[in-house]
Every structure is written in structure tokens, then in C-alpha cells.
């Protein structure tokens, strides 16, 4: 498999650590609010490249975190925790407001067909993983403790910014954009490990330490969670564009650093997700989550289909118009699978053929626009039986997780409906129009409406 690395920005081709098997991490949500279709664009990009690795025959274990403390409004360490700020707008404690939000995202999660992760776990049950890390730091000398707080000291580091490969300047000057500078830091660059001087009012989640009673910086976190399920190496790690700095930098810095060696051989991230007027998150008043576009009456899996027609390193950009056509299109789609007569023995040759076919796109830096025609070019082929394609597309929907097999019935009577389309048939092969267009009209009554195909009849429903 080739997959487009950010460490080495080139498209290498995929190889584990151990064969076989891989170990992935996926930075995982913070839990102050709800995830917005954005965030969930980059849970679909990584759920594709988990199936394709599975697909492909590896073993995969997979690794996220839920950040319930320690993320702040600003990437960098200072402003409010994000989660404190929540808890206080809402009334709540921290640890109520992180669990709501938690089952809020894997609802969301859920309704994509994302799957869950085989270890999903909190940042607060790591504190002594975070501890560890930071004793260690402390003794190599790449950590030093300044007015209360526990530093990372980036200038120990030859390639601190081996990941973005942006100079030095541009980062810092991104980076201190409205942020105001701490000089407790030997180091601009300089990241908080360990909190022992809170910035906030009645911060809430505190732990004992060696340096005192604080609570741990956003970075560790997922350094900490990753090397305590992972071991020392893991295969790929990703996340969001917007992840790569200073967080993906920094948890770089701060294993490698602890570990004396190299740490993560693949980077993926998945670019944004725009909308028209270029802000993502908020929408009538609240965030645009998956909930909220099914509430709308949108299939979730449109908007799946949707991210999956663009590629996962380009930005998309999201109106309702063109969920819209992402709606009929895969409307259309599955309805054209539903014709599909389960006829015939498996062709063997065909289904070799339009396998290795959807693997060559997957492998292709997972090119899953390229993968969903392929099934477009399968429905067009005559050639190939019914039974040779619902094979196809029960396979390929382990990847692309449309439910491209699953009967779409909203109806109770579906099963009656589709037993009357058949009477029907019937009746006009024996060309008793009568009964054939009495049934059409009963079913007219009841709000649905026939629709005669070269595959088959199948209905709609209608106003009555
Ligand atoms: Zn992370």
C-alpha cells in the first residue's frame, strides 16, 4: 500500500514494523462540546484507512484518546481550559460535561458507521503513564521545571520541526499570534509537560505529583496513551491538518525524546473541511454535527458518501446544496443495488478482476472516490451476473461502510409492499392488467407510488 507520509511529505509505500500487524493511534476528540462535521470528515478519513489496512489482511489494533482535561482554548498553553470553561457555561462539573460529550461523539460516530476503536481511552485514567514520562524527561535532561511548571526544552532537540519542515521563524510567529508570552520558558517553542500553576479559577481535575498538585499539559497525553497500549513503537499516528503543530511536533518531541530513538514511522492527516462562509462550527446557533443533518432529514451516510468522493488530503468543501446531491446520488446508488438479482454462480475471474481493482485504488494513497466508481463501472457491466455483484459490493462496503446492501425501509409494510410487487408482476406475465393496476392504484392510496425499471419494479413514497 502507498500512503502519502507527512514526516517525509512523500507517498511511501506502507511497511509495519512488525509483518502483519499494525499498531495505529488516532488523536482522539476533546470533550467540551460537540464534534462538528468537520471533526468527523477526519474520523471517516481514518476509519477508510483502518478497513483498507484490515482489508488488505494486517492485523490492526487501534489506539484513541478522549481528552477530558488539560485542552485549552488556545493550541498553545495558554487561555482557558476548554473543559473548565464548558463545565462553568453549563453548570456542570468537568466530569460531567466530559462524559456527555463522549456519548454525544460516539452517537455521531456511530451514525457515519465509523468503527470504534479497539482501545478507546480517557486522558485522566494516565496520569501516572504522563508522571512516568516526565520523571524520565526530567533525568535526559529534556524537561526542566520553571516557576511551578514542568517544560519540555525543544532546544535539546536538533529537529524539533521534522514534521512541519517550516522554518523556525514563520512557526513562532504563527504560533505567538495573539498568545501571550510566558516567561517562565527558557525556549518560545517551550510546551507546558505538567501544570502545577493553574491559570483558571477552581480548576478541578487535579493530581499529586513529584512537582505538586496540577494536572497535565494536552501534549503528554496522547505520547502517554499511545506508549502505554502501543509499546515503544507505533505504525501510523494521525489526526487533522491542524494537528500537526504544535500537537503531532510536540508529542514527536517529547517520545522520541523519552524513548532515545524513533518513535512513529507514518504521519496521515485529513485536510479540513470548509463551508461557504469559510467558518466551520457554528450553524443555526449551535455546531453542525451529524445529529443535528439527521434531524434535517439527511441520511448520515450521504454525508459519508460525500467525504468519501473527495480525496482525504484535499479540502472539502460542505453546503446543504451539494449534500443535497450527495443525498440523490447515493439515494440512486442504492436503489440500483436493490434491483440486482441474486442470480447466477460466482464468476470467479470477474470477481478476482474488480477486487484487485478496488485494492490497486485503496493502495493508491486510498483513493476512495476512485473506489466508489469502480462500483458505479461493476452496476454497468453486463457481462457480470447479480450473484458476482452483490459479492463485489458486499466486499467493497467493508471499506466504503455505505450499507450498500442494506434495504432502506422506512415503511413498517415494506415486506407487504414489496409482496404486492410481486403479485403484481406476476399478474401482468399473465397479462391480468386488472388486478396489476388495482394494485398499483391501492398502493397509490396509501402514499406509494410504483416505479417500473429495466431492472425491476421498486416504489416511492408520495404525498397522498
Ligand atoms: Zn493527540
Not at 468522493?309 to 479540502?315: A, G, I, L
Not at 485494492?359 to 451476473?385: G, Q
Request: aromatic residues 10%; negative net charge.
Amino acid at each position: 500500500m502507498k500512503i502519502y507520509n507527512t514526516l517525509t511529505r512523500k507517498i511511501e509505500d506502507f511497511v509495519p514494523n512488525e509483518e502483519g500487524k499494525v499498531k495505529f493511534y488516532t488523536c482522539g476528540p476533546t470533550v467540551y462540546s460537540d464534534a462538528h462535521i468537520g471533526n468527523m470528515r477526519n474520523y471517516i478519513g481514518h476509519d477508510v484507512l483502518d478497513k483498507t489496512l484490515r482489508y488488505l489482511g494486517y492485523e490492526v489494533t487501534r489506539i484513541m484518546n478522549i481528552t477530558d482535561v488539560g485542552h485549552l482554548t488556545n493550541d498553545s498553553d495558554y487561555g482557558d481550559d476548554k473543559m473548565v470553561e464548558s463545565a462553568k457555561k453549563e453548570k456542570k462539573s468537568v466530569m460531567d460535561i466530559a462524559r456527555y460529550y463522549t456519548d454525544k461523539f460516539f452517537i455521531d460516530f456511530d451514525l457515519v458507521n465509523n468503527k470504534v476503536p479497539e482501545i478507546v481511552s480517557p486522558a485522566t485514567s494516565h496520569i501516572d503513564d504522563y508522571i512516568d514520562i516526565i520523571k524520565t524527561l526530567i533525568e535526559k535532561d529534556y524537561a526542566y521545571v520553571s516557576d511551578g511548571n514542568v517544560y519540555f526544552d525543544t532546544s535539546k532537540l536538533t529537529d524539533y520541526y521534522q514534521l512541519t519542515n517550516h522554518q523556525e521563524d514563520e512557526m513562532v510567529i504563527g504560533f505567538r499570534d495573539g498568545v501571550e508570552e510566558d516567561l517562565s520558558k527558557k525556549n518560545k517553542t517551550d510546551f507546558v509537560l505538567w501544570f502545577t500553576k493553574s491559570k483558571f479559577d477552581n480548576q478541578e481535575l487535579k493530581w499529586e505529583s513529584p512537582w505538586g498538585t496540577g494536572y497535565p499539559g494536552w501534549h503528554i497525553e496522547c505520547s502517554g496513551i499511545c506508549l502505554h497500549y502501543a509499546g515503544g513503537s507505533i505504525d501510523i499516528h494521525g489526526g487533522g491538518v491542524d494537528n500537526i503543530f504544535p500537537h503531532h511536533t510536540n508529542e514527536i518531541a517529547q517520545s522520541e525524546a523519552y524513548l532515545g530513538r524513533k518513535w512513529c514511522n507514518y504521519w496521515v492527516h485529513n485536510e479540513h473541511l470548509l463551508v461557504e462562509t469559510g467558518k466551520m462550527s457554528k450553524s443555526d446557533g449551535g455546531i453542525l454535527t451529524v445529529s443535528l443533518l439527521k434531524e434535517k432529514g439527511y441520511n448520515p451516510l450521504s454525508y459519508r458518501y460525500m467525504c468519501l468522493n473527495s480525496h482525504y488530503r484535499k479540502q472539502l468543501l460542505f453546503s446543504y446544496s451539494s449534500l443535497n446531491s450527495s443525498e440523490q446520488a447515493y439515494k440512486k446508488l442504492k436503489n440500483k443495488i436493490s434491483l440486482i438479482k441474486d442470480e447466477g454462480s460466482l464468476d470467479e475471474d470477474a470477481f478476482a478482476f474488480y477486487n484487485q481493482k478496488f485494492i490497486s485504488h485503496l493502495e493508491d494513497d486510498i483513493n476512495t472516490a476512485n473506489a466508489i466508481t469502480l462500483v458505479y463501472d461493476l452496476l454497468k457491466n453486463e457481462l457480470i451476473n447479480g450473484h458476482t455483484k452483490l459479492e463485489l459490493i458486499k466486499n467493497f462496503d467493508k471499506v466504503l461502510s455505505l450499507d450498500l446492501l442494506k434495504k432502506e425501509s422506512k415503511r413498517e409494510d415494506h415486506d407487504a409492499i414489496m409482496g404486492l410487487i410481486k403479485t403484481r408482476d406476476n399478474a401482468k406475465k399473465r397479462k391480468d392488467y386488472e388486478l396489476a393496476d388495482s394494485i398499483r392504484k391501492d398502493l397509490l392510496e396509501k402514499g406509494v407510488a410504483l416505479v417500473d425499471t429495466k431492472e425491476g419494479t421498486t416504489y416511492k413514497e408520495v404525498g397522498v
